[in-house]
């Protein structure tokens, strides 16, 4: 990098991503990278479709940095796929938004469940984003913990989500999956009211959630509702 710097000058960035599949990079390439992105892999690489999946746990209730129910139904998700064709040779990572102690909690399941043989073929790893910083995994499923309590009011608490830098982190989060990434919680984007906040990474996880429940991200829905009223107006 320096040789390169003195021979080029400026800031030397890598554009080409071939971890995650199209899909998946997608987001992060939006939000964080202003679409320099250039993805290399291929959608066809993997057997999943779709590729980001939000799954909505009704009734999930965070009490002292643990979400039961959700971690649950996570621990149901991986001990089914674990006895499905398509996810034969997948090596499976989860991910905790809420902290530590979601993804020990799951991991604690996951160790009863499994047989070891299949703990380490699968290379199950469980921890927070920052844990999963350099690592990857086939399929990465993602506790988000926090959300309505249970008087169903969202409080906009995300922990490290909430501060300065908070988007970066739900970059790492995503992006440590390279063919399939499922989201577990038990809120929606519309839960998430811009005008109580000015985090960045509170707007990213909302637009997120979007992206995940629809499969198109909120800017690119905008432009084609305003693309579908011009062409009415003309």
Not at 9 to 19: A, K, S
Not at 21 to 49: H, R
Not at 211 to 227: C, D, I, Y
Request: net charge neutral; aromatic share 6%.
């Amino acid at each position: 990098y320096a040789l390169a710097r003195q021979s080029f000058g400026g800031t030397i960035r890598l554009v080409e991503h071939f971890r995650c599949v199209p899909d998946i990079i997608q987001f992060s390439n939006k939000m964080c990278y202003g679409g320099e992105i250039k993805p290399l892999g291929e959608a066809s690489a993997s057997p999943f479709t779709p590729h980001l999946i939000a799954h909505r746990v009704e009734g999930a209730v965070e009490n002292n940095k643990i979400n039961k129910k959700e971690a649950l139904e996570l621990v149901s998700l991986v001990l089914a796929v674990t006895r499905l064709d398509e996810y034969q040779d997948s090596t499976i990572g989860v991910i905790s938004m809420v902290g530590t102690q979601q993804a020990v909690y799951i991991d604690s399941i996951l160790r009863r469940r499994l047989t070891v043989s299949e703990y380490q073929r699968r290379r199950v790893l469980c921890g927070n984003a920052s844990q999963f910083q350099g690592d990857e995994r086939d399929v990465i499923l993602v506790s988000i913990g926090y959300g309505r309590a249970e008087d169903g009011r969202v409080d906009l608490n995300f922990g490290p989500l909430n501060r300065e830098g908070g988007e970066r982190r739900l970059n790492v989060l995503i992006t440590r999956a390279r063919r399939r990434c499922e989201v577990f919680t038990n809120m929606t984007e519309d839960d998430i009211d811009l005008e109580r906040t000015n985090s960045q990474g509170v707007r990213a996880l909302r637009t997120f959630l979007a992206f995940a429940h629809r499969g198109v991200l909120e800017s690119e829905a905008a432009e084609g509702a305003s693309g579908g009223a011009a062409e009415q107006a003309t």
